[in-house]
C-alpha cells in the first residue's frame, strides 16, 4: 500500500498506437522530449524522479519496476467495465493507483466504441530518491 509520505503517484496519457508495446514506446518518447530516451531514462533514474522513465517493461501482473497491463477482467473489477471509457478511467484512477505499491506501475486502457483509443500509464515511485 502506498503511504501518505511518499512522492506523488505519477501518471501519463498516450494515444493507442496498434499494440500496448508500441503504446508503451510512445508515451515513454512523449516523455522524453527533445532528450535521447536513453539519456532520458538515466537522468529519471539518477534523479529519482517518478514516472514513465523509470519503468522499463510490460506484465500481465503486478511486478515492481514493471507497468502491470490490466486485462479486461481486471478493467472490470477495478472500474466496473471491461472495455471502460477515459471518463470512467479519469473518474476513479488516483484511489486505484493509491493502492500500488512503491515501485509499481498501471497501464489502464481507456476504449471508444469497444476498439482502444488512450493507454493511462500511473505508478507509484520508487521511494529510492537520492
Known amino acids: 500500500m502506498a503511504t501518505s509520505n511518499s512522492p506523488a503517484a505519477w501518471h501519463q496519457w498516450a494515444k493507442w498506437n ?3 508495446e508500441q503504446t508503451f ?19 529519471a ?49 488516483d484511489a486505484f493507483v493509491q493502492r500500488l505499491e512503491r515501485g509499481q506501475a498501471v497501464a489502464i486502457t481507456a476504449f471508444l466504441l469497444g476498439q482502444p483509443t488512450a493507454v493511462l500509464f500511473a505508478g507509484q515511485p520508487d521511494g529510492n530518491k537520492k
Open 18 to 20: 496498434r499494440t500496448m
Open 25 to 43: 514506446i510512445d508515451a515513454q518518447h512523449l516523455a522524453c522530449g527533445d532528450v535521447d530516451l536513453g539519456a532520458a531514462q538515466k537522468a
Open 45 to 93: 533514474t539518477k534523479t529519482g524522479n517518478p514516472g514513465i522513465l523509470t519503468v522499463h517493461e510490460l506484465a500481465d501482473h503486478q511486478m515492481l519496476g514493471r507497468v502491470w497491463v490490466l486485462s479486461q477482467d481486471e478493467l472490470y473489477k477495478h472500474f466496473g467495465a471491461k472495455h471502460p471509457s477515459k471518463k470512467i478511467i479519469e473518474s476513479d484512477h
